[in-house]
């Protein structure tokens, strides 16, 4: 279960992931079945708001990263040696920003840069908590209501609105239910709203807490 209540990115996600048990090494493992450079990943707690969790960095190793297409990434992805599972699971996630950034730029979905997706970190988180999923055995997840910000932020496109209209979309298409949040500024990414629409179901079941873990 996913306690969205100050929002969530894909890294947010995955710390959590980390925190509540997910070991490091085993994550850098699935993530290596990948023929994918550029990155290197450093865990390291974190303390705010009294609350003691996760901090996922995942640290960029080169110098310029171009924007790609749906098909660079679904070779990066399919070409792997990731079980069949979270192949699907990442390309459905991968897909479903891309439908987004069709929808608010007016162009067909090959034709979209994914000056998010196509970044290095973005391939990791999205991949990476897919694979950590599967290694933690969880079969079913579930989200609270999504908090969104408000104002602006600067992006490839230039200034946009809070929340970003590509994460907007992603939400609309799933219906998912959103509260209001003072925070003048993105707390929801387009990746964290496509891993949230993809994979859970927007409810809080009944259930019995076994582990607790907060991602930064």
Do not use: N
């Amino acid at each position: 279960y996913l306690d969205c209540f100050a929002g969530a990115s894909g890294d947010m996600l995955l710390g959590g992931l980390l925190d509540a048990g997910l070991e490091l090494d085993l994550l850098r493992a699935e993530l290596a079945k990948m023929e994918l450079e550029g990155y290197a990943l450093e865990q390291a707690p974190k303390r705010d708001h009294g609350l003691t969790g996760t901090k996922l960095y995942v640290r960029d190793t080169l110098e310029a990263y171009p924007a790609g297409h749906l098909y660079h990434i679904r070779q990066i992805i399919e070409g792997s040696s990731l079980s069949a599972s979270v192949k699907r699971c990442s390309m459905a996630v991968i897909e479903r920003l891309g439908r987004a950034e069709a929808q608010v730029h007016g162009v067909p979905l090959e034709e979209v840069h994914f000056h998010e997706v196509g970044a290095v970190d973005t391939i990791v988180d999205v991949v990476g908590f897919a694979a950590g999923l599967e290694v933690l055995g969880v079969e079913r997840v579930y989200a609270s209501p999504i908090p969104l910000g408000s104002g602006t932020i600067q992006t490839a496109h230039g200034w946009l609105p809070v929340p970003g209209p590509a994460t907007l979309a992603i939400l609309s298409a799933v219906g998912a239910p959103t509260v209001s949040h003072p925070a003048q500024t993105e707390i929801v990414t387009p990746t964290g709203a496509a891993l949230l629409a993809e994979l859970a179901i927007f409810e809080r079941p009944a259930m019995r807490v076994q582990h607790v873990g907060y991602g930064f």
